[in-house]
């Protein structure tokens, strides 16, 4: 890599060489078997998925929002219900909760982790709260010993959003085995992501399992026999064939996105900018690498000016945004989310990084935050 070379916020296209043969070899034998939907590799994937999470039961779905969505019906959550989520995700989070028709209650975040607080969780429980959806955001496991604790004493249920975060642990578990269910995404950018849309539920319970699989595919309990009114959210067989491959490779991909971001904490660490924090108890995945400064649009423009990928998630909490506008929130209840929004940026982070593609990315910042 040449000084003048840009560095792509995500590049895919070494993973994709080195799995193509073997997926292409997949997709065939589906083929042969023409067994496209809810096949062998569906099956084979929701097995490896449940080991890998430690939960009794992994449910393919067509993405992470269903896995969300599902996860509220089977719950029973509906109209009349509020569940308390924060409003520093994406849309999808809070989004779900609509669409049950229950109302989404917004607590503010902890700087440090960019996660739900778990004291303000606690002070917005009401008689009408049912659930609470943390997120494990940007691959960093949300506090669930807390979390877990308040929804113990007041007879919650607890979603987990992990879909930016497959593979990181809260203490010694995988995240997705510490709620009523896990709900991940495998939208390519993800920590597992697959090549198009997917995603996954996971869960310890027979009931949600059985609920969940049924209300994926049409609310079907048989063929042509329908208990009640479902979707169609099944995962690809052609997408659960290369969640296979890539599961199998995901230790080792998270080892690399956390060296990276040990390379970023020491060579950023020295400059004026706060370096995400890592779990006390348990592992970040590093789907992304975020920072916080005070000069983040300086430091933007220099990355853009040298073509380097990057992004500010989040810049405006969900619960200011013109679809929540009715539900009356003002700035003042979200102090650390609107002052987040202002100084982060996530840098590139993906497993095939190299060393020089993150010195670049530093030294780009250096100069801008010494000009
Ligand atoms: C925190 C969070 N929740 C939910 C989703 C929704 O996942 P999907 O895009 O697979 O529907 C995403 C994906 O971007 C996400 O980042």
Redesign the pocket.
Known sequence: MTKAEGVPYLDLSREFDSLKDEWFSMITEDGARGSWILGPNVHAFEKQAAEFVGTAHAIGVA??????YLSLRALGIGPGDEVITTPY??F??SEVIDMVGATPVFVDIDAASFNINPDLVEQAVTAKTRAIIP?H?FGNPADMTAINAIADKNGLAVVE?A??AFGAQHESKRVGSLGNTG?F???P??VLGCYG???LLTTNSNEIAEAVRKLRNHGAAAAFQHDEVGMNSRLDEVQAALLRLKLKKLDENIASRQRIASLYDEKLGALDIICPERPQQGSHAFNLYTIRSSKRDLIRQALMDNSIGNSTCYPSPLALQEVYKHLSYTAEDFPVSVALGAEVLSLPVFPDMSDEQVERVCQVIKQAVSS
Do not use: H
């Open positions: 993405n992470g929002t269903d896995a969300l995700t994406f999808a989070t997120v955001l959003d879909a930016q709900c995404s495998f939208y950018t993800k849309d997917g995603g």
